[in-house]
């Protein structure tokens, strides 16, 4: 059976689905879960999850509607455990409290939900099952099912839009000044998880099966762990005098959540000009559930939950979530911030003057980082700028204490008061840039407040090499290489002249066997003369006609010994058959010596009798030509 988004099967050939679907969902006669039984209704969402319970795909909520029709929403193919896993399909009713009530489930898998449309699933309550009369709690139907080739889950950074409504009322004008902080378990770099206890192993299993878990793993060896315990990694800008505040959109990376299902607190206070914001309330969630369409996050205040008549303090509202071509910033880059800060409003703590301030910048360990100058005389000091390492702060999400102290010359400072801040917390100093500087002292002090307010004027990230790896103890710090000149430039080789003449060396100062080419020297067996187009034996000169080595002349131009013709005679081949001698031949009275012409001498072709001679008439030819070729040699 084909499912829609999964391309026709091809022998031979691995096909892979989409990501996720996109669901158009619909219920039918819920039941009633506010007001009184049979008279009320409910306002319906439904959350999809897997087999371990994990949420797969959530849609929005539905105000007051028993027949409800959700939004198209996204279910994570991967999460659900493929088309064939076991999912859960959960109704819920939305309560303002955050105590939301269940109204039924369903048991059943991606495939059936997607391959039979517009078939309506009876939705169980469980904790009703064996009541007289119960059936169901309503009806849930899927009315079309997109694929998602890339789902919006798997996004890197997200572009959200956050409004608040019917916020607590904080300031005594009847109003407030709120804005939210965002708190999460961030990855840490591998160089800060090493001996640090503000640091864990990651808290969620990576399934085995999940190809992305196992495709991030290669990548994020450079993250050793999260924070131990969770940490500010967002602050917005205050909206001043507005309990229905919007704010405006920002850009979060996932990353500093510790993944899209990872849990996350959202804190919203009312902003007060003495720094002792006042908590409105506060929610509990994971990015998964702001990625439905306006989703809506009660606000909380645990100081008076539980008490006679109250929900809750507002609502946040996540207006949209949209993925963001925003590039992820790797902090394990930032090697060091540069810095400026004074105070504010410093208490005095000399009798007749005003406080001499300098700040000590220390780790939780009582390490100085930095010490700036004091600054004589003044409350509302600015120092110079400094520096300081990530690494020797131990990272960015590790507590560091701001101490003003008030100078004394006699070395015996005193304490005006601290703060405590991490360095991501100072990276958001533009949305509020005052911190309070309490004096632990003075706490229990009847109307103290604080001592004053660290204003933070200027922090800028110094990027450098990856922090991801512990440092090596191996090799000694590299200094680099010294700044390269580059090569001289290059005048080419002088015009050759080519090689002298070559003068051949006589035979007799030939050099010694020693000094002759090696044998891989000579010419290869393809260069050589065939030997088919070497001299044939039969024409070669015997060596027993060549003249003496003391005769000087070469061995092409000597003569035989005596000069007489040789014993071989003239060979038969030079006269033709008719003109040859009988086999008497000539006698020794002849006066010819035994010796006869060399084969070498002999006639030319054209020298032989045209016809048949007498055997003096040849032997008379033959005598003139011996004597002619004398003369000529």
């Not at 896993?85 to 939305?94: A, H, M, Y």
């Not at 080739?149 to 709120?178: C, E, I, M, W």
């Not at 086999?583 to 009798?609: C, D, E, K, M």
Request: some cysteine; hydrophobic content about 35%; aromatic content about 8%.
């Amino acid at each position: 059976m084909a499912y829609p988004g999964y391309p026709q099967q091809q022998p031979g050939m691995q096909q892979y689905g989409p990501q996720a679907y996109k669901l158009t969902c619909s219920a039918q006669k819920l039941d009633a879960k506010d007001g009184v039984a049979g008279l009320g209704s409910s306002d319906p969402y439904v959350v999809v999850k897997n087999a371990q319970g994990k949420p797969c795909g959530k849609s929005s909520t539905i105000m007051k509607n028993l027949n409800p029709s959700w939004q198209p929403f996204e279910v994570d193919v991967q999460l659900c455990g493929g088309m064939d896993g076991r999912i859960t399909v959960e109704v819920f009713d939305w309560d303002k409290d955050g105590s939301d009530d269940m109204i039924g489930t369903i048991q059943t898998t991606l495939k059936e939900l997607v391959a039979t449309l517009k078939v309506p699933r009876p939705i169980i309550n469980r904790a009703k099952m064996g009541r007289m009369f119960y059936k169901d709690s309503g009806h849930f139907i899927v009315s079309a099912a997109e694929p998602v080739q890339q789902s919006k889950a798997n996004a890197k950074v997200y572009t959200f839009t956050f409004h608040g409504s019917n916020l607590d009322r904080k300031d005594l004008s009847g109003t407030s000044d709120p804005f939210f902080v965002i708190y999460g378990t961030p990855k840490i770099p591998l160089t800060f998880t090493q001996g640090n206890a503000f640091v864990a192993a990651p808290t969620h299993k990576k399934d085995k099966k999940d190809k992305k878990d196992k495709k991030d793993k290669k990548k994020d060896k450079k993250y050793g762990g999260v924070a131990a315990k969770p940490v500010m990694v967002y602050k917005s800008k205050f909206i001043p005098k507005d309990l229905n505040p919007k704010w405006p959109a920002f850009d979060f990376e996932v990353r500093l959540a510790g993944g899209v299902d990872a849990p996350i607190t959202i804190y919203v206070y009312d902003w007060d000009q003495d720094g002792e914001h006042d908590l409105i309330g506060a929610c509990k969630c994971t990015l998964r559930d702001l990625l439905v369409p306006n989703a809506m996050l009660p606000l909380i205040h645990h100081e008076k939950q539980g008490r006679v008549g109250y929900s809750n303090s507002g609502v946040l509202h996540a207006i949209s979530a949209v993925p963001s071509s925003k590039a992820v910033t790797d902090d394990t880059l930032i090697h060091a911030y540069k810095i400026q800060l004074g105070g504010a409003k410093l208490a005095s703590r000399d009798l007749l003057s005003k406080s001499d301030p300098f700040v000590k910048v220390k780790q939780q360990n009582g390490t100085v980082l930095h010490q700036t100058e004091a600054i004589m005389n003044n409350p509302n000091p600015l120092f110079k700028e400094f520096t300081i390492e990530v690494v020797k702060a131990g990272g960015l999400d590790t507590p560091l204490t701001f101490e003003f102290w008030d100078y004394d010359g006699n070395g015996k400072h005193d304490l005006i008061g601290a703060c405590v801040a991490t360095l991501r917390e100072l990276s958001f100093f533009q949305q509020n840039p005052y911190w309070r500087v309490v004096n632990p002292q003075k706490l229990d002090n009847l109307g103290y407040k604080n001592s004053g307010y660290l204003h933070m004027h200027k922090l800028e990230s110094v990027m450098g090499m990856s922090m991801g790896y512990p440092p090596q103890q191996g090799y000694p710090p590299q200094q680099g290489y010294p700044p390269q000149q580059g090569y001289p430039p290059q005048q080419g080789y002088p015009p050759q002249q080519g090689y002298p003449p070559q003068t051949r060396v006589p035979a007799a100062a030939g050099l010694p066997t020693a000094a002759r080419l090696p044998t891989a020297a000579r010419l290869p067996a393809a260069a050589r003369v065939p030997a088919a187009t070497r001299v044939p034996a039969a024409t070669r000169v015997p060596a027993a006609s060549w003249l003496p080595s003391a005769a000087g002349l070469p061995a092409a131009a000597r003569l035989p010994t005596t000069g007489w013709l040789s014993a071989a005679r003239l060979p038969t081949c030079w006269l033709p058959p008719t003109a040859r001698l009988s086999a008497a031949r000539v006698s020794a009275a002849a006066g010819l010596s035994a010796t006869r012409v060399p084969a070498t001498t002999g006639l030319p072709t054209t020298g032989w009798l045209p016809s048949p001679g007498t055997a003096g008439q040849a032997l008379s030819m033959c005598s003139q030509y011996l004597l002619s070729v004398s003369f000529q040699k």
